[in-house]
């Protein structure tokens, strides 16, 4: 997995490609934590991202958690029909700003 930071719009956004599994799940979730210590809102670009496992799942809870209590967002963009289909599938559609 790698990753990119940008500042778009006085947010930051983290550009991630390659696959968020067991292997990679705990340096994404403290990429996504870091990033609340920069700002209070954070957009996620997926696009580059082929698999995403229940852990990245829960880092991106974890991350929305984080930007509601700072009083800020976390917004997800640009996911393949793949993790679109996870999102779905767990409900998890429901709960995070996926655009």
């Not at 929305?64 to 999102?87: C, H, R, W, Y």
């Amino acid at each position: 997995m790698h990753y990119e930071e940008i500042k778009s719009e006085g947010m930051l956004q983290l550009n991630v490609e390659g696959k968020i599994d067991a292997v990679s799940c705990e340096e994404f979730q403290t990429m996504v934590l870091r990033s609340f210590t920069k700002t209070n809102s954070l957009i996620i670009n997926l696009e580059g991202v082929t698999y995403m496992s229940s852990a990245g799942l829960r880092a991106l809870v974890l991350g929305n958690k984080t930007a509601e209590s700072k009083g800020g967002k976390m917004v997800i963009i640009n996911s393949q029909p793949q993790v679109l289909d996870v999102f779905k599938v767990t409900g998890f559609d429901n709960i995070l700003d996926i655009r």
